[in-house]
């Protein structure tokens, strides 16, 4: 598909179908999922995640040129996460709340608020409300105040509602999407503040993350960030190595070193090698550390971070045969995922291609809009019309 149908696509069938389906203009801020008739789904609670990855889209959507429709709903998001998601006593974000926004789940998470971080940087790129800087710096103060650990590196995975640290498994997922948000509002700001943040997270990659001898990821670490020593600490999952090679990629650009751009090869190979369905190419939820398939269902969401780790393989070496990997993994994905109905994209399939999730989640928005973008941005600005 070419960069106008993938444009096309985005602003014309899905954003459109989440403007009208998944905004949940009674209670506000959106639907954590859509039903197959696109009703709202059962889920009863709205996520944090959720809703700043939909502020994310919209802006996104704003960005590439859509009309007042998606500042609109940006802007509903934006509203919603300050009048029900804040914690105007403690600060920083509730981690969920009732569907009428009344606070849920009280506790203070770094995974979600590095999503906050990421849509306050494109939500300014869209609407240039300097009041989405503050909230992302005033955010980082707090992780800085309470989660950052001073010993081992990286931030905790969470604390409670007055910011107590909470126990609990350390996971370099949270890490990689701080990472992305680090990089992302360095782009709107240029402060330094952001980027030096992401040269720790580069170190923890490298010091921590990254299995040398095998090139592959980890995913659960105990407090000191070895391996975690039960049957989590072999987990690995591809999806999260083809996002690492992207944001590697985005990191090169940003820092001007492209010293990473090694490791980002060697992670490719590996997610690439292991972590790839040598049937129909598409890639599967989990595997580990021995190479072996634990889950070989897939999930949306790898088969995006695919498409970004390709694109940024293109548009640092324009190859023929990475522009056709490319165009394969889009072609899987619009074939196997999308459904032909409404254009909505359905979210986990078998390994025979059979969808068998029932719910459209929203946080999968993000996941696309995301990729089809950046394949926009790399293919309009590398190849001839």
Known sequence: MSPAGLKQHLLEELLPLWY????????????????????????????????????????????????????????????????????ARHGGFFLTTELDGQPRDRRKDSYAHAFVLFAMAYYYRATRDEEALSIASRTLDLLEQHLADPVHGGFLESASESWEPLSAVRRQNPHMHLLEAFLALHGVTEEPRYLEHAHAIIRLLEERFLDAEQGCLGEYFTDDWKPYPDARGQVLEPGHHFEWVWLLHGYAARSGSDAVLGHADRIFRFGFQCGIDPDDGGVFDEINRRREVVRDTKRLWPQTELIKALVARYEAQPEAETRARLQQALDYCFTRYVDPTHHGWNDHITRAGEVFSEYMPATSVYHVTLALSEVIRVLESTEAP
């Open 20 to 87: 009208e389906h998944g905004i949940d203009r009674e209670r506000g801020g959106f639907h954590p999922q859509l039903a197959r008739g696109l009703r709202p789904g059962p889920r009863d609670y709205k996520r944090l995640v959720s809703q700043t990855r939909q502020i994310y889209a919209f802006s996104q959507a704003a960005l590439l040129g859509a009309p007042a429709w998606a500042r609109e709903a940006a802007a509903h998001g934006f509203e919603f996460l300050n009048a029900r998601l804040w914690d």
